[in-house]
């Protein structure tokens, strides 16, 4: 049985970070009731490209969830809200800060009706300081946070990573900071606010960079494939494309060497350790460059892999995803969408010996569960009715 069985959890998220992370949650045994606009429902139902229907964005990020169309402007809709929160453990919300209050569905509000709920909100900068109220997606953060500055080349321009690196990380601190307030909460028994920030989260990554700049005063520049601390760790060409090598530590600077024979190299004062070979690295560069540009990338990878040296190509999205490596690691499943259809997506990363995530509910048509869950809500308000 997955872990978070019996966990209830109210999902009024939309497009990437809160739905990565209830989907997460939904994953290891949540019982995640996503709520929709009754119209169009979340954002990304109508973000191309589409198949049979459905956007393969949506696709993605909502799998082992309910779906529940409420108006949350009307009285029906927001008192079944309402019940919903009261005999929930977490709900998640990525409106803008303030959005809730309006609707009387903030923070302070909602610890009146259940006061043992982790309430988790994400937004573009959090809910304190002077750009709280500002938006946030992801190319935005990307730029703000300096993350930009250091993704390129040196004669180009900044560039975004990309895929929406700060929407799957706020997303995923999202879900450790629900699972620590839980916890506390099992000491406590009261809930409390999970605030998370794309910009916060994202800004946690440049710690590297950070401390060169707090130390030095002069932050790092784009280094494109480079490695502004090790080399060689970077990409080196070959006859049919490039390689990736990750040349980490001494002794994998002297298995390098045994692969592509140059025990010259290893023992060169001018290479024979990284602070050496920092200090010389374009001549090393160049130097390897002349006596790999014969190697295909097979060759080449073969014989770096037989020296345990850390190697790839750089490879398309497609060949990746076709790796044997992650179907033996069930990081591509098929969950079935109806009797005529499969929905192949992305596995869960976490991997639990005893009690694995189970990804077998494909992602909800829009309302698709409102019957089931209004009914049960009305059953539960006629139990209780009966014992008061």
Same mark, same amino acid.
């Given at each position: ?24 949650? /939904? ?34 990020? &909502? ?27 977490? !709900?998640? $919300? ?29 937004? /573009?900068?959090?809910?304190? /300081? ?13 730029? $703000? ?22 929407? @799957?990380?706020? %997303? ?23 605030? *998370? ?5 994202? +800004? ?8 060169? @700049? ?8 784009? $280094? ?16 049919? %494309? ?5 040349? /980490? ?16 190299? $290893?023992?060169?004062?001018? @290479?024979? +350790? &990284? ?25 080449? *990878? ?23 490596? !992650? ?39 829009? %309302? ?21």
């Amino acid at each position: 049985m997955p872990p978070l069985t019996g966990l209830r959890v109210i999902d009024l998220t939309r497009v990437l970070a809160g739905p990565y992370c209830t989907m997460m949650l /939904g994953d290891m045994g949540a019982d995640v009731i996503k709520i929709e606009e009754p119209t169009h429902g979340d954002d990304t139902r109508d973000w191309a490209p589409h198949r049979d229907g459905w956007s393969t964005f949506f696709l993605g990020l &909502n799998r082992s969830k309910k779906s529940l169309t409420l108006d949350l402007k009307s009285t029906a809709g927001a008192s079944t809200l309402r019940q919903l929160i009261s005999e929930a453990d977490v !709900l998640v $919300e990525n409106f803008r800060p303030g959005s809730l209050k309006k609707l009387c569905f903030d923070y302070d509000a909602v610890t009146s009706l259940n006061s043992r709920l982790i309430y988790c909100s994400i937004t /573009g900068y959090g809910q304190t /300081g002077p750009k709280k109220d500002l938006p946030g997606y992801d190319a935005v953060i990307q730029a $703000e946070s300096g993350l930009m500055d250091v993704t390129g080349f040196p004669d180009g321009p900044a560039t975004r990573v990309g895929v929406a690196i700060t929407d @799957y990380l706020a %997303g995923l601190y999202a879900m450790n900071g629900i699972l620590l307030a839980l916890r506390e909460r099992d000491k406590s028994g009261q809930g409390q606010h999970v605030d *998370i920030g794309l910009l916060d989260s994202l +800004t946690s990554t440049l710690a590297l960079p950070a401390l060169v @700049y707090f130390n030095t005063g002069k932050a790092p520049g784009r $280094e494109g494939n480079q490695h502004h601390a090790l080399t060689p760790y970077e990409t080196i060409p070959v006859s049919d %494309g490039i390689v990736v090598v990750a040349v /980490g530590n001494p002794h994998l600077w002297a298995q390098f060497c045994n692969a592509i024979v140059a025990t010259d190299l $290893e023992h060169d004062p001018l @290479y024979r +350790t &990284n602070t050496n070979r920092m200090e010389n690295r374009d001549a090393l560069i160049r130097e390897l460059t002349h006596r790999l540009r014969s190697y295909t990338k097979h060759e080449l *990878i073969v014989r770096l892999r037989a020296n345990n040296v850390p190697c790839t190509e750089v490879r398309t999205i497609s060949e990746a995803l076709e790796d044997p490596q !992650l179907q033996a690691r069930r990081m591509v499943v098929d969950i079935p969408q109806d009797q005529l259809r499969m929905v192949r997506t992305l596995g869960n990363p976490i991997k639990l010996s005893r009690t694995p995530a189970v990804i077998d509910r494909p992602p909800p048509a829009l %309302g698709e569960h409102n019957d089931e869950i209004l009914t049960a809500l009305r059953n539960s308000a006629s139990s209780n009715r009966k014992k008061t």
